[in-house]
């Protein structure tokens, strides 16, 4: 069975998610950047290891990464999943787990890379929204899609609403 961990950053729905779906993999770490992250509690109720390796403490990107890469070695980790995880990764460590690690996006990739995207979605006026799984390659949000989840923009959506229809759908898409 492939050893999966989850990186993350917050709440941790993707990983509950996650957790809870009948996986072919098992997930056998969750590392969080923030000790303070709900998604902590949630991979421990779930009875799995978990690593706070904040990012404050280390002097460059390349030197927090470093030790991520280790713990994931450790772990003899096949599979990394991003989950809210809320830091830009150095080239080598992209490039270490290329192939071999993916994230969830709140868009339709190629639309709206980066951050606040259901507020630019609906600054558009666009019709269409959702979420893209996709490989994690140097370039931010730019990797291959493995699957999308769409959805349609109501006349009454506001920020706060397709939030929450868009993060429905990553606890959908995500697991499969
Ligand atoms: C999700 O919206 C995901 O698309 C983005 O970060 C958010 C994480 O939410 N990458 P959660 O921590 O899984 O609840």
């Known amino acids: 069975m492939i050893k999966i961990a989850v990186l993350v950053s ?3 729905s993707n990983l509950q998610a996650l957790i809870d779906a009948n996986l072919s993999g098992q997930i056998v770490g969750v590392i969080s950047n923030k000790p303070n992250a709900f998604a902590l509690e949630r991979a421990k109720n779930a009875g799995i290891n978990t690593a706070v390796i904040e990012h404050k403490q280390y002097p ?12 994931l070695l450790d772990w003899k980790i096949d599979l990394v999943i991003l989950a809210g995880f809320m830091r830009i990764l150095s080239a080598k460590f992209v490039q270490a787990w290329q192939g071999k690690m993916v994230n969830i996006h709140p868009s339709l990739l190629p639309y709206y890379k980066g951050m606040h995207t259901h507020e630019r979605v609906l600054n558009t006026g666009d019709v269409w929204h959702g979420c893209t799984v996709h490989y994690v390659t140097a370039e931010l949000d730019a990797g291959q899609a493995l699957t999308q989840g769409v959805l349609k923009v109501n006349l009454q959506d506001d920020v706060d609403s397709l939030a929450s229809r868009v993060h429905v759908l990553e606890h959908l898409i995500y697991p499969q």
């Open 10 to 12: 917050g709440n941790g």
């Open 60 to 71: 460059n990107r390349e030197a927090f990464d470093a030790v991520m890469h280790q713990q």
